[in-house]
């Protein structure tokens, strides 16, 4: 199973997923250009993709997927919430309402060989999910946009194998950052976003000894980087009631402007 991020930062989003046989899209959140060129960097192309999952209408995750739906004619999945929310977006331009197939949060579906679970979340959208994708060997999830974590969401995340988990902020950066007021407690709220802190912690409850490669994603521009993002995840883990230390797997930052590295499962 391949899977990298061709993009991921509170500015656009877009991971590359699949096995042999078949690959999705999660996420047109950048321009069909950038797409197309972050997928050319590990040989594949966007016609490559046998579907796009979205998993909510935020700019941030949609704002390619008009161009990528007219282009290229893929099949877009989402639940009947995000695709309301994009029909009735006029900042995609018109989509042909047949590419829609509308799924289910927690009801599993196919792409191929790929079965997918959509996972329910807490975010300030229409019926946001996030994804876990099995090609019946390993087990990926994208899990992004979530203002918390309970213990059905980590029921669902164990026993994966690699993970892209959002780390949007560092707390302290957010609190004494130009943000007006309002937005602060929508980021800090439970529809909001997961923290660097909170990310470490949520990890630290679903780490096994088979877990591969991590990914933080979605970092905020204004409000987090690179090092710090590291850094807290990794202690946050260390010192969590867990068996695990911070550096005893591959962490890595997916950036807001170029591919992540290739993880071959």
């Avoid at 690959?23 to 959140?29: C, E, K, L, P, T």
């Avoid at 197309?36 to 941030?60: F, K, P, Q, R, W």
């Avoid at 679970?117 to 300030?124: A, K």
């Avoid at 994804?131 to 213990?151: E, I, K, M, P, Q």
Wanted: charged share 20%.
């Amino acid at each position: 199973m391949d899977f990298f991020s061709v993009a991921s930062g509170s500015s656009g989003n877009c991971i590359c997923l699949g096995s042999d046989q078949c690959h999705v899209m999660i996420d047109a959140g950048i321009s069909g250009k950038r797409i197309e060129e972050g997928m050319n960097t590990y040989d594949y192309t966007t016609s490559d993709m046998d579907g796009v999952l979205i998993t909510h209408a935020h700019s941030d995750h949609i704002q390619g997927l008009g161009v990528v739906a007219r282009k290229y004619g893929l099949p877009i999945y989402a639940t009947k919430g995000t695709a309301d929310a994009i029909l009735q977006s006029s900042s995609v331009g018109k989509i042909d309402p047949s590419l829609f197939h509308v799924i289910e949060a927690g009801k599993t579906f196919f792409i191929g060989n790929l079965e997918i679970y959509p996972m329910s979340i807490s975010h300030d959208a229409a019926d946001p999910v996030a994804y876990l994708v099995s090609d019946g060997r390993h087990r990926v999830g994208v899990v992004t946009d979530l203002g918390y974590y309970d213990a059905d969401i980590v029921s669902h995340m164990e026993g994966l194998d690699a993970l892209l988990l959002e780390a949007n902020h560092d707390i302290h950066m957010l609190q004494v950052g130009a943000y007006p007021y309002p937005l602060k407690q929508r980021i800090l709220g439970e529809r909001g976003h997961l923290s660097n802190e909170t990310s470490g912690q949520l990890l630290g409850q679903i780490l096994h000894d088979g877990m591969q490669h991590i990914l933080l994603g979605h970092l905020s521009k204004e409000n987090n980087y690179d090092e710090l993002a590291y850094e807290t995840v990794r202690l946050e883990i260390s010192l969590g009631d867990n068996p695990y230390r911070g550096n005893d797997f591959p962490i890595e930052v997916a950036k807001r402007d170029r591919p992540s590295s290739l993880i071959r499962l």
